[in-house]
Structures are given as C-alpha cells and as structure tokens.
C-alpha cells in the first residue's frame, strides 16, 4: 500500500520531558550507556492510487502546517514508502 | 451583550465559562465548532477541555475548525477573544498568540489553586483588575508549560503582553512563569488557569475568608462587557 | 494464558454443524464451565452448542457476569425492605443502576463497581477502564454524569510493587476521569499488606436527570433496530477466548491479543454529549451500554429484559481489526460502545445526531416477536438461543459456607493485652506517629491529580467526610455521597464489619447537613470457593441487608468482585458501602472542620474502651484482634436527625466524623482543615464515660462526630442534643492564634509540626 511517512521530532533545543522521563527509565533499568532519548511522531499518510510528485508536496505542505507546529517542532522528513 | 462559547468534540468547562458570562451580565451563546456562522456575538471564548482528545497536539485539531478560522478573522479586526487552556492552546496554535505549550516537567496532572499577578490591566479581559493585582484562579492541567524563542520573550516582556504570572509556585515550568498572554491589540487574551472557576460564592476556591469564596475570576467577563459597552 | 494449538480446520462453527458433528470435543472447561453447567446447556439448547453459543454461555454465566455464587444473598437487599423504603426508589436493583428520586422532579442514578483484577495487571488501563465502565452505566440510565469517586486499596506502602500500582491506579483514574470531564468529589485510600497481590480499584460514579429522562435497558417493540455506536470493536479483553481460535495464534495476524482492556476517554466524552442529545430528542427506545461481555451481552440482556427477541448480523459489527473471529467480536470487550434500541421511523433522526458527533454505528439487527435470540454471521447461523438463559436464567450456586477455623482465635485475642502510653510525652508522640501513617495521612498528593471544579456544581470535596454536589443550580437542591469500608473490622466479625460500613458512611453524609437517602455497595471478597469466604460473604450481606432494613434506606445497586485472593492468601473481607443523601440547598453544607476562633467544640456521643480492629492497634502495634466497636444504629440515627435539626437552624459551623484513628485524628484533621488550631481537654470524657487517656485518644467507639457551633448557638445547640437525647460534651474550643492543638495534660502539639508529618508521607512514598 503506497504511502508517504511524516516524521517529526522536538525542536533540538527545546526540553522533551518524555524523553528525558524515558531515558531516566532506561537508566533504572540499568541502560546507562544511553545519553538521551528524544520522541517523535511517524505518521503515515496512506493512498489507494500511486503516489505522484504532487502529493509529496502537498503532504511537505501539510506537515509543515498542520502536522508539525514549527514553534515546538522539526520536520524531520517526509519520504515515499510502498 | 452577546458572548460565544465554542464547544470542540472533547472541550469540558463550556457550561462553565456559559455560567461565568451569565453571572457577570452576560448573554451565552453556545457555538458548534462546525459552523462558520459565529451569530453576531461580541466576544468568543474558547473553553478548556481536551479537545480531540488533545490529538497530534493540544488544539491543533481545534485550531483548523471552521468556528476557528472564524474566529481567527475576527479577532484580526478587534473581537475579543479569551482562550482559557485548551483554549489557550487553540489561540497558540493559531498563531493569533506567540510560543507554544508543553507538557508539564512533572508528568502529572496537577489541580491547585493558583495565585497570579495580572501583570496587564488594559487588555478586554482584565480591564476591571488593578495593575500588579494578585488573584487566586483554579489551574488544572497536564500540558501547559510556555515556551519561546529567546527574542520571542524578550518581545513580550517589553510590550507588556504578559498579562498573567504565576506567583509562588510555577506549576508547570513556563518560562519566565508566563500564565497568560495578550496580543498587540489587547483584544486577544490566553492562559491557562481557569477564571471560570472562580465566579460563583460556593463553588470557587477556598480563600481566608471562606471555603470556596474566591471568584477573582469573574471580573475576566465582567470586563469584556464592559470593553464592548464602551467600544 | 494463550494456547497455540491448532485445535480444528478454519470455518465457523454454525448451528448446522452442531447438530450433524454432535460429538465435536468443545474447550468448556478452559472457558471456565463446569461439567454440569455444559450439560445444561446441551440440555437447553436440544443440542451441543456451537462455538459461539459456548462462548457467550461461558461469559455470561461467569461469576463476574451471573453473580451465581452471591445471587442467593444479595436477593435480601430486595427483600428485607419496607413500602416506605421504597417512596423514593425510582429504580431498584437489576438494571444499570439505581435511580432515586430527589425532589423537584429530579432524579439521580449513582453506582459503585470493582475493576480489580485488571488493575493489578495493568494499572493504568484497569482503572481508566474502570472508570470509563461506570459512567456508561450512569450514562445509560438516561442521565448525564456529573461526578466520580474512588475507593483504593493498595499493598504495604513500603513493598517496591505498591508503588507501581498506586502510579499506574491513580494516573488511569486521573487520566479518564479528567477528560471526561467529571469532578472527582471524594474516596478513600487504604495500605494493608492484605491487598498486597489483590489491590482494590472501586469506582463510583453519580449522574443527574429528570424524572422522565430515564431510559431502561430493554427492546420490547418489534421491528425496532438494534444499533451498535461508539468505538470500533478490537481484541480488548478476549484473552480467554483465544482457546477457540481455529487457527494458531502466530498465523492469525501481527498482533497479541491483549487481555486487558484499552480506554480512550475522548471517545466516551463524545459518545456522552451524542447520547444525551439522542435521548432528550426522543429517539431512543432502550438503552444498553457494553461491559463485561461486551455484545453478548447487549443483545441477550436487551432481548430477554424487553421479553422479546432480536436477529443480529454479527457482520455488521464495524471492525478494527478485520481478523476477529466471530467468537471474539461477541466476547470483545472493546470500551467506549453503547447498543441502542431505536424504532425504524426514528433512524434518520439517530444518524443526523450521531453523524454530528463524529461517532461511528451500524445496524445491527432488530427486535423480532419471538423469545429467540439469532446471530448470523454472513449467511450462517452461528448463534439460536433462547435469550432469558443467557442473560438471567444463569445457574444459582449455594455454595458451601463454614465458620472460619481461625475466627475464635482471632476473636480471643483483644487488644487489651496491648501495653498502653506510660507518659503523656509517650501518648502525644503515639498520636504524632499515627497522622503521619499513609492510612491517615493527606491524601492530597493523589487528590490533587483529579480535577473537582469542572461543572462548577462541586459544593465539597475531598477532604471533607462526603463529595456534595449541587444538582439544580435555581433551588440549589444537591446530593452528598460517601463511601466507606473497614477491612479490619469485618475481618473480625464480617456481620458487624458491613454494618459499621454501612453506619460510616451514613454518618458521614449526615455531618455534611444531608438527609441520607439510598445505598449502594462494592462487596469485595476472596474465592467463594472457600467455604470460610463464602462464610464471610454471607455473614455481611446479612449485616448489610439488616442494617439497611434498620436505618430505613434501601441498596438500589451494586457489584460483587469474588476472587481477590493470591493462593489460599484471600483479602479482608471488604464491603464497601456508599450512602447518598439529599440536601434541599448545598449553599447549607457543612465542612469538616472549622474556621472561626473562640468556637466551642463539641463532642457528640459516648466513647468506650474500644481499640480492637483500631488504626492504633493495627498500625502502631501491629495487632488485628477481639471484636470490632458495638454499633446501635438507633443512636446513628439520633444523631444523623440531630445534625439535620441542628444544621437546618444554621448552628453548626462545622462537623467532623470521628472514625479510623480515633478522636485524636479526628481533632487533629479538624484543625488542619483551614490550618485553625484549639485547645483540648479530654478530662470530663474520661471522667464521664469512665476510660483511660488511651482510649479517650484512640477509641473508633460508633456514634460520634465533632462539632463546632458559633458562641450565640450554644445554649440553642446544647438544648436541641439534650432534648434529642445526644449525648453532647464540650472538650474544646478553637483558637485562630496560638497556631497549636493544645491537648490538656498531654501536649502542646504545633500546627505545623502536625502539618509537616501528616503531609509528607505519600509524596516520599511515591512522589
């Protein structure tokens, strides 16, 4: 099933209390050797035809306006996948 | 004088922020987030809640709204519009307030009485409060900490748009313990903690002069009354 | 827990298969039926039933859904009542909830259920779902909800795995409960090693209408559709079912089956605001929301309450996971999904009011005039069964009952062996020592997670002795409600224990100013499989049921939870009873402790040596022996009349019950209340019931309640208990100043050292 992948992370600089809270996790449990953790969304944009030039535009589009807010996020990519 | 209510699928404190503008003179009129038609009112307030399920993010499903974009315009030509947490979101997500909201460092929903200091009397909602006022006005929230880019601040702070701080304790590390927001105009106001909570004898939270006495907050719809009586 | 054999060849088990493959091996026992109870079936059915009968068979004639081990005791609630008990009983037990008329053609419904072992194997989601699942019920009596409590028992606060479950219970509880919006208005949160593997997550729930606002849960017209709206169906909570799974599970798709059931409050808010606009539209003819059972138990309920039948196409059921088999989608547990009963000419109506709310249905069937219950899947009849088996006709075990082995043992041995303060130093640092325990300790570090101001009608809240809420804002005519349950003392003597619940929490409602009105009860026990739990099981809803009969309030609905036990470990007994009562005006409550200086304080009622099943012998001393403190509800009730009287005529500035802890914990909480300290003597109650400093401050005797009463109502106040026949003693008065609880002859205890102890407890624990 053709789609296109939206993945998108916490701006670098900005505090992410659920990663820190899971990195804390993760270190309890004896996984110190992980510096950071950081959280994101994958969010996959299905289609029921194949996917043209167009659409991946308009879906850049879309994640940068409405997926994502730029103020608290990064685009970080948004691929073709079959 | 005619104020809007929007309800979103999820928004909870609506008949309470109806109930506030009744108390304080008030006409409510509730609004179907669907509709465009906001019915001629005089102000919008936008409730707290979790609309859509604080979805993607907290308003950002809301923020697209027929009602929404509406209101969008609207305020660009002097509406009164008071977001008030989740609604706070929806107006931070709609670019009609700067920054965002995240969650809080703590995890935890928390529910507190909470003191502030109205830091700007001049806006459509706090012009019935004396300048550096403290009230006491409920807070309830998971996911409301403010944050912004350095230069973002260092404007707001300079205009005087910060209209509320958190006094004694910040319960969810907002940068610079912003609570609320106002636009350039003065007629856009966000925060987080609850005035609508705080408008009934009885219902409000307790203060040393009663249990549950404390209704600081209906002067926020007492004042836009008097802002649209006045415009 | 699942079986990955592959048992038969894929295809759906009809009816037609069941009678040409009469002998087919069927997994009865792994479903949990007993060999005769698949024998009835056999004997119902004419026939063996097919894979999906046996399925819904299974379900439905559980214990958590037939209640065939409690049925024969909890009838007494229904029977040992009076006509005048029954004046405002608008609903009784059976249906979702009980519904009670409060005055000024208002109504309201309220229950109170047990989601326990869910939520100690996933907390988080056990209680979410917990309390997802009984503001449907609320929801589906035709009301809309406006409040929610909890009541919590965890293991020994100090034990790693505590911990986890408390995180887990009170983040599902906040998580659900504040997305949908309902003021959390009270609860209690109790530590015993005793619930160690087997925590209790109650929960309760309160809704608000008019009286012809009700709804019933029945389809009694033929040719009305049967719809199914909500959420999609899943895997939630089919773990069991998976024995009948044609396939092996790792050929079945990428996903576990989870056991547990998955709440998503957004969706129930949703379908909360669409329900309540369908049944004030009229569209509804009956209404049934999915629990335990999930459609099995819609279609056979709704069907056999309406004496009629129903024909379902169980491939009408919306789908979010297209790989459930037939078996799992009626035993699906998924949350959030109501099934309604709606007339054909109503439809277009239906569909305009759920298509606005953006919830999801499909037609799933309809009512048909026969007493028959069938479900197709596609073209092949899975399921033909008479309805009324399913739902009611379950079977009714008396199961074996015997005195406990350990009763008298544990009965012999009194606290009075106990040694007892030798100094006032020692009996001050006793008191300091026992606020400071997480049982009476503040419990704000949980409270604070709920919200209690949404709906603006919240009159009192934790940490008063009941939730008030106001129910029309013209009159201000509100209800109170409060929960209570004694593991200990029922533990000790399980008769005494439900009634000491039952008078706890009537006590409680009374000191908020309210008239107490109707009851409903969680009883929460080990396995009725032990004879000594059946035993004790027996013995409380006797108590119960007695004491109710006594007080003259009825039990309009309830839940058993049977098997809270780890091994042959099983839990206290614990009933938990909720009380509500009616007050003509909320602006008239009373809280629980006072806020003016130069108050007289009160104490009403008498006290003896009673310390056995007390938080000073268990907590301090680790002692749970003799008989719990004598109750005579005659004199509860005195006092309960009193109250109202005295509150009626505005002279009461604050009451406080005086419960687990005794009367020092009861004071001292009084004065934490608004932070107001007083000075004490305990003098003239030594003297006049004849008892040592160590009862005085520690006795949990019945009957009491701490009063403060404004300087110009004393003489008024003092007159009404005498006439009353309460007995009324001052042992203090409140002083705004001094920032002490001044105890005479035994401590100047400073408000802030009090505060400091009684505050930190649960966020060290678990902050």
């Not at chain 2, 350039?184 to 004898?201: F, Q, S, T, Y």
């Not at chain 3, 049967?226 to 024995?243: E, M, P, Q, W």
């Not at chain 3, 005295?646 to 802890?661: K, N, T, Y």
Request: proline fraction near 5%; hydrophobic fraction near 40%.
């Amino acid at each position: 099933m053709p789609k296109i992948i939206v993945e998108i992370m916490p701006k670098q600089d900005l505090l992410d209390p659920q990663g820190k809270a899971v990195a804390n996790a993760l270190h309890r449990a004896g996984n110190k050797e992980i510096s950071a953790v950081r959280i994101g969304k994958r969010i996959e944009l299905h289609f029921d035809r194949e996917i043209t030039e167009a659409d991946l535009d308009e879906a850049k589009a879309q994640a940068a306006n409405f997926l994502s807010n730029d103020v608290i996020e990064d685009v970080v990519a948004v691929t073709k996948e079959d | 004088m005619k104020i809007g209510v929007i309800t979103f699928p999820g928004t909870l404190d609506d008949r309470d922020a109806q109930r506030a503008i009744r108390l304080a003179g008030g006409t409510p009129v509730p609004l179907w987030h669907a509709d465009q038609d906001l019915k001629k009112v005089d102000a919008v307030v936008l409730p707290g809640g979790f609309s859509y399920g604080d979805y993607l993010r907290c308003g950002a499903i809301a923020a697209q709204a027929p009602a929404t974009k509406e209101v969008i315009k609207l305020a660009g030509q002097g509406l009164p519009v008071l977001g008030i947490c989740n609604g706070f979101q929806v107006l931070v997500e709609s670019h009609l307030l700067p920054g965002g909201l995240i969650r809080n460092e703590h995890q935890h929903f928390v529910c507190r009485d909470q003191k502030l200091r109205v830091e700007n009397n001049t806006t459509a909602w706090t012009n019935l409060f004396e300048k550096d006022e403290e009230i006491l006005i409920p807070l309830k929230n998971g996911e409301g900490g403010y944050i912004a880019e350095p230069e973002t601040l260092k404007m707001l702070e300079g205009e005087n748009r910060i209209a509320f701080r958190y006094l004694e304790t910040n319960p969810n590390g907002s940068m610079n313990d912003i609570a609320g927001l106002t636009n350039e105009r003065g007629n856009v106001v966000g925060l987080m903690p609850h005035p609508e909570h705080a408008v009934e004898p009885g219902f409000g939270p307790d203060t040393p002069v009663a249990m549950r006495s404390g209704v600081d907050g209906l002067r926020f719809f007492a004042s836009v009354l008097q802002q649209v009586v006045n415009a | 827990m699942f079986k990955s054999k592959k048992s038969e060849p894929s295809g759906v088990d009809t009816t037609q298969h069941a009678i040409t493959e009469p002998e087919k091996e069927q997994p009865w026992q792994e479903l949990g039926l007993k060999q005769d109870e698949y024998e009835e079936i056999k004997n119902i059915l004419g026939r063996r039933p097919t894979s999906s009968e046996l399925a819904m068979y299974s379900v439905m004639w559980s214990e958590h859904c037939s209640y065939k081990s409690s049925k024969i005791y909890l009838r007494q609630f229904g029977e040992k009542v009076t006509d005048e008990m029954k004046t405002h009983l608008m609903v009784g037990m059976g249906e979702n909830a009980g519904v009670v008329d409060i005055g000024e053609g208002l109504a309201v419904t309220f229950k109170v259920e047990s989601h326990n072992h869910p939520s100690y194997i996933e907390p988080f989601q056990g209680a979410a779902t917990g309390v997802g699942g009984i503001v449907r019920d609320i929801l589906s009596m035709g009301a809309r909800p406006i409040a929610v409590m909890d009541q919590l028992r965890f293991g020994a606060p100090g034990n790693q795995d505590t911990a986890r479950v408390v995180h887990g219970v009170v983040d599902g509880i906040s998580f659900y409960g504040n997305c949908l919006g309902l003021p959390n208005i009270g609860g209690e949160t109790v530590f015993d090693s005793v619930y160690q593997g087997n925590p209790l997550v109650n929960a309760l729930s309160i809704g608000s209408m008019k009286h012809e606002d009700l709804q019933l849960a029945k389809a009694s017209n033929p040719g009305d559709l049967v719809i199914l709206f909500g959420a999609r169906t899943g895997a939630d909570g089919i773990g069991g079912v998976s024995v009948l799974a044609s396939e092996t599970f790792e050929s079945t798709g990428p996903t576990k089956r989870p056991a547990v059931q998955v709440g998503d409050p957004f969706a129930e808010k949703v379908l909360i605001e669409c329900c309540l606009e369908l049944f004030h539209s009229g569209v509804v003819a009956g209404i049934q929301d999915l629990g335990g059972a999930g459609i099995s138990c819609a279609t056979s309920e709704l069907a056999s309450n309406g004496g009629k039948g129903m024909r379902v196409q169980l491939k009408n059921v919306l789908l979010r996971d297209e790989s459930l088999t037939p078996e799992e989608i009626l035993m699906s547990e998924s949350q959030e999904r109501m099934c309604a009963v709606v007339p054909k000419k109503k439809l277009k109506a239906f569909e305009e009011i759920v298509n606005k709310w953006e919830v999801e249905y499909s037609v799933l069937g309809d009512v048909i005039n026969e007493d028959r219950l069938y479900i197709n899947w596609g073209n092949e009849e899975i399921v033909n069964v008479p309805p009324r088996t399913v739902a009611h006709d379950g079977p009714v075990y008396e199961r074996p009952v015997a005195h406990p082995s350990y009763q008298e043992q544990l009965n012999n041995s009194n606290s009075s062996s106990l040694p007892r303060a030798k100094s006032a130093a020692d009996l001050a640092a006793q008191l300091m020592e026992l606020i400071a325990t997480p049982n009476q300790a503040d419990k704000s570090w949980i409270t604070a997670q709920y919200d209690k101001y949404v709906g603006g009608n919240t009159a009192l809240s934790m940490p008063d002795d009941s939730g008030m809420v106001r129910v029309s804002e013209e009159s201000g005519l509100g209800v109170a409600l409060a929960t209570d349950a004694n593991g200990k003392y029922a533990y000790l003597n399980p008769y005494e224990g439900a009634r000491l619940a039952l008078a706890e929490a009537y006590r409680n409602v009374a000191v908020t100013g309210a008239v107490p009105r109707a009851v409903t009860n969680c009883l929460n026990f080990g396995s009725p499989e032990n004879p000594e739990v059946m035993w004790q099981f027996k013995e409380a809803t006797a108590g119960l049921a007695d004491a109710c009969l006594e007080l003259g309030i009825p039990v309009t609905g309830g839940n058993v939870s049977f098997y809270n036990q780890s091994g042959d470990e099983a839990i206290y007994p614990t009933p938990v009873v909720g009380v509500l009562g009616v007050i003509d005006d909320v602006a008239r409550r009373i809280p629980s402790g006072w806020q003016d200086d130069g108050n007289n304080i009160y104490l009403l009622g008498e006290t003896f040596d009673e310390l056995n099943g007390s938080a000073w012998a268990k907590d301090l001393h680790d002692h749970l022996g003799g008989q719990p403190p004598k109750l005579d509800l005659n004199k509860e009730k005195q006092l309960a009349e009193l109250l109202h009287g005295a509150s009626i005529q505005g002279l009461i500035e604050s009451a406080h019950d005086v419960s687990e802890g005794g009367l020092g914990v009861a004071v001292l909480e009084a004065a934490l209340r608004f932070n107001i300290g007083a000075r004490i003597w305990l003098g003239d109650m030594m003297e006049r019931d004849g008892i040592d400093e160590t009862a005085a401050m520690f006795s949990e005797s019945q009957s009491r309640v701490i009063v403060t009463v404004g300087r110009e109502d004393d003489v008024k106040f003092q007159a009404l208990c005498e006439a009353r026949g309460v007995p009324c003693l001052r042992i203090g008065v409140t002083d705004a100043t001094s920032g002490l609880v001044e105890i005479k002859d035994i401590a100047d205890l400073k408000l802030d050292d009090i505060r400091s102890g009684w505050v930190e407890t649960l966020p060290e624990l678990f902050g």
